[in-house]
């Protein structure tokens, strides 16, 4: 590198924020990490000289711009933003809470627009750098039942990202939207997969669901989350990267599946699509 690039990441203390982290930093990068535990920052990462912990809940504004800042006085300057905190809250629509619908909002939607809001004016300033939001093949294909407040999330970071990403081209700043599959990661444990306070017996599907992603899935995920955030730093390195990148065999074959569903809902109702126009 000519120079150290700034990392900015969220929801460094585990899962692929945890893993892009300990990378970056073993490859010179100048890196801000942030949780909302500054304890399980420093029990994961350990303490470097080019590494700054800041303890941060991102649903909160203020807190979100005071981080921001600090990461601009002790590195001068942040050139890769990458919102990658966030959870799944499990449960079918009916049966979570307006709260628990709510929260996943305010965690993996308006979260990651704090830090877009208070990040984007350095990036603009110094015409260059590069937001990765970490969305998930869930926010492109939402047929999991039980997961729909989870896709729906996603599907608003897909769609925010994509307005972004011609926001910021005009100032030299790229935007990826990252579409990962099934990462072996902590993401389906206990501790980071909220569950409905009240289940419903009624949905069985979600149920299944529930019970294969909790204890099927989770630890046989295909992707390596190495592997991941490896691609991510190749990513940034590119003159001109991806608006989306797909991450996973998985996530590929889901992404077809859904261009074919597509395909062929739109020509088998086109007759009725056409019928509006005057």
Same mark, same amino acid.
């Given at each position: 590198?000519?120079?150290?690039?700034?990392?900015?990441?969220?929801?460094?203390?585990?899962?692929?924020?945890?893993?892009?982290?300990?990378?970056?930093?073993?490859?010179?990068?100048?890196?801000?990490?942030?949780?909302?535990?500054?304890?399980?920052?420093?029990?994961?990462?350990?303490?470097?000289?080019?590494?700054?912990?800041?303890?941060?809940?991102?649903?909160?504004?203020?807190?979100?711009?005071?981080?921001?800042?600090?990461?601009?006085?002790?590195?001068?300057?942040?050139?890769? =933003?990458?919102?990658?905190?966030? !959870?799944?809250?499990?449960?079918?629509? #009916?049966? @979570?809470?307006?709260?628990? $619908?709510? &929260?996943?909002?305010?965690?993996?939607?308006?979260?990651?627009?704090?830090?877009?809001?208070?990040?984007?004016?350095?990036?603009?300033?110094?015409?260059?750098?590069?937001?990765?939001?970490?969305?998930?093949?869930?926010?492109?294909?939402?047929?999991?039942?039980?997961?729909?407040?989870?896709?729906?999330?996603?599907?608003?970071?897909?769609?925010?990202?994509?307005?972004?990403?011609?926001?910021?081209?005009?100032?030299? =700043?790229?935007?990826?939207?990252? !579409?990962?599959?099934?990462?072996?990661? #902590?993401? @389906?444990?206990?501790?980071? $997969?909220? &569950?409905?306070?009240?289940?419903?017996?009624?949905?069985?599907?979600?149920?299944?669901?529930?019970?294969?992603?909790?204890?099927?899935?989770?630890?046989?995920?295909?992707?390596?989350?190495?592997?991941?955030?490896?691609?991510?730093?190749?990513?940034?390195?590119?003159?001109?990267?991806?608006?989306?990148?797909?991450?996973?065999?998985?996530?590929?074959?889901?992404?077809?599946?859904?261009?074919?569903?597509?395909?062929?809902?739109?020509?088998?109702?086109?007759?009725?699509?056409?019928?509006?126009?005057?």
């Amino acid at each position: 590198m000519e120079t150290k690039k700034v990392w900015f990441v969220t929801g460094a203390s585990k899962g692929l924020g945890k893993t892009l982290v300990i990378e970056l930093l073993k490859q010179g990068y100048n890196v801000v990490g942030t949780s909302r535990s500054n304890s399980s920052l420093t029990d994961a990462i350990g303490e470097h000289e080019n590494f700054l912990p800041l303890e941060l809940d991102i649903v909160h504004d203020e807190e979100v711009k005071e981080a921001v800042q600090k990461a601009v006085d002790q590195f001068g300057r942040i050139d890769v =933003v990458v919102n990658n905190a966030g !959870y799944s809250q499990i449960g079918a629509l #009916e049966e @979570l809470s307006d709260e628990e $619908a709510r &929260t996943n909002f305010d965690v993996n939607v308006f979260g990651s627009l704090n830090v877009i809001r208070h990040t984007a004016p350095h990036l603009r300033q110094q015409q260059s750098g590069h937001i990765f939001n970490i969305a998930s093949i869930g926010g492109l294909v939402g047929n999991f039942p039980a997961f729909g407040i989870y896709c729906a999330t996603k599907f608003a970071v897909a769609g925010f990202t994509e307005a972004l990403a011609v926001e910021m081209k005009p100032f030299g =700043v790229h935007t990826t939207l990252v !579409y990962p599959g099934y990462f072996r990661t #902590e993401f @389906l444990t206990a501790g980071s $997969a909220k &569950t409905p306070t009240t289940p419903l017996d009624a949905y069985v599907s979600a149920r299944e669901s529930e019970a294969q992603h909790l204890q099927e899935i989770n630890g046989n995920q295909p992707n390596d989350p190495q592997k991941g955030i490896e691609l991510l730093i190749k990513v940034s390195q590119l003159d001109n990267p991806p608006v989306h990148l797909v991450m996973g065999a998985d996530a590929y074959e889901m992404v077809q599946q859904k261009i074919n569903l597509l395909q062929q809902e739109t020509e088998k109702w086109k007759e009725l699509t056409f019928s509006t126009g005057f």
